[in-house]
């Protein structure tokens, strides 16, 4: 019903008016995920392209990472019920980051009430930009990329392989490389207002995305299919046909979403808080290679900026790929993306290194 309430009272050229007949038309057909035990998902008790996603703890997506590697299914980490020290763990973080974006650099925001065509984020004063949407009752919204706390827990980098990331950057200090615009992309706040959405994207660079949610509530909509075939017909068409199924996450969920994955998203009721983390994994780097250079000839399919110190990192990985690191593929495969690597990233192609659009 709010969707259609702003459809029919904004303006046609707007940004809200065009999502919201978007996302209303897509929601009108969703349904909601399958949901599957751990045990389901260790025993391949589902089909590929399905509409399933693992619902379990913590401590059980942790056994799943650990000993299965990258997930294929979206895994849902719930809440606890009626927890009330949760709660007010919730509460204070939002505080608490509320307060830190108030006294922090201006923000490059997303008016929804803006022209539709116009993909440029708006810098705005940092505390004037939290005044005007405490509560939920100002304009629609989206902050993306707002720097997080560096101390903030992130249980799954402590996991073999999925520390990949950490490693690199810490060999690029030694080596006297300067990696830190990829350790700021892959550890970020995000701030939306109700009714804020994305339009069907993939996360760059196929990184593996786990959220926190602090606040709110959002619709997660899920594409089924993630092939390569289906995201050139999205590129080609900016349309995405197939089955999609939608997961609803409330405060204190987790989720943890395959790479590649074409997903939207519409926040809902309340102002939405999410600690955004991204990982890659030794086993995926040739599909790391090919997604990127796929983003770089089909920007739309994206909505974040590339990392600009991609290349130097990846050259790390490969070194480690030779040293024989675990995770890795088996060391044959290596030359393919070694000539990935050379053909497609120092024949000049140049890497996106500003605000992208949100959509």
């Known amino acids: 019903m709010r969707l259609r309430e702003r459809f029919e009272t904004s303006e046609e050229e707007t940004r809200i008016h065009q999502r919201s007949k978007w996302i209303s038309n897509c929601m009108s057909v969703l349904e909601l995920g ?11 008790k589902w089909e590929e392209d399905s509409d399933k996603f693992v619902v379990c703890s913590r401590d059980a997506a942790r056994e799943i990472l650990q000993n299965y590697g990258p997930p294929l299914l979206p895994i849902l980490i719930l809440s606890i019920p009626n927890d009330e ?13 509320i307060r830190r974006i108030k006294q922090g650099p201006p923000l490059h925001v997303f008016y929804y009430s ?11 004063p940092a505390e004037q930009t939290m005044q005007q949407c405490e509560g939920g009752k100002g304009p629609v919204l989206n902050i993306l990329n707002i720097p997080m706390d560096p101390l903030e827990e992130d249980w799954m980098s402590e996991l073999e392989g999925f520390n990949l990331v950490p490693k690199i950057c810490e060999e690029a200090k030694e080596r006297g490389i300067d990696l830190s615009s990829l350790l700021a992309a892959i550890k970020v706040n995000l701030f939306a207002t109700p009714a804020a959405m994305s339009l069907d994207h993939i996360d760059k660079h196929r990184f593996i995305t786990r959220l926190k949610l602090w606040s709110g509530y959002k619709f997660w909509n899920v594409a089924c299919k993630r092939d390569r075939k289906t995201l050139e017909e999205v590129a080609k068409s900016g349309e995405y046909s197939g089955k999609r199924f939608t997961i609803f996450l ?7 979403q395959p790479s590649g994955t074409l997903h939207s998203v519409l926040s809902h009721e309340e102002n939405a808080i999410t600690s955004c ?30 990392v600009s110190c991609f290349v130097q990192a990846i050259e790390i990985a490969l070194d480690f790929w030779e040293d024989g690191e675990p995770g890795f593929p088996d060391i044959k495969e290596k030359r393919k993306a070694e000539e990935t690597f050379q053909v497609s990233y120092h024949d000049g192609l140049v890497f996106k290194t500003h605000v992208q659009p949100d959509d």
């Open 277 to 306: 983390f991204m990982y890659w994994h030794p086993s995926m780097i040739q599909d790391i290679l090919d997604q990127t250079l796929f983003e770089i000839h089909n920007p739309d399919i994206t909505n974040d900026a590339h």
């Open 114 to 124: 803006k022209a539709a065509n116009n993909h440029n984020p708006e810098l705005m």
């Open 250 to 256: 409330e405060a204190g969920c987790e989720l943890i």
């Open 34 to 44: 399958k949901p599957i035990t751990k045990q389901e998902y260790i025993r391949g």
């Open 85 to 97: 020290v949760g709660r007010r763990q919730l509460e204070r973080y939002c505080r608490e980051l």
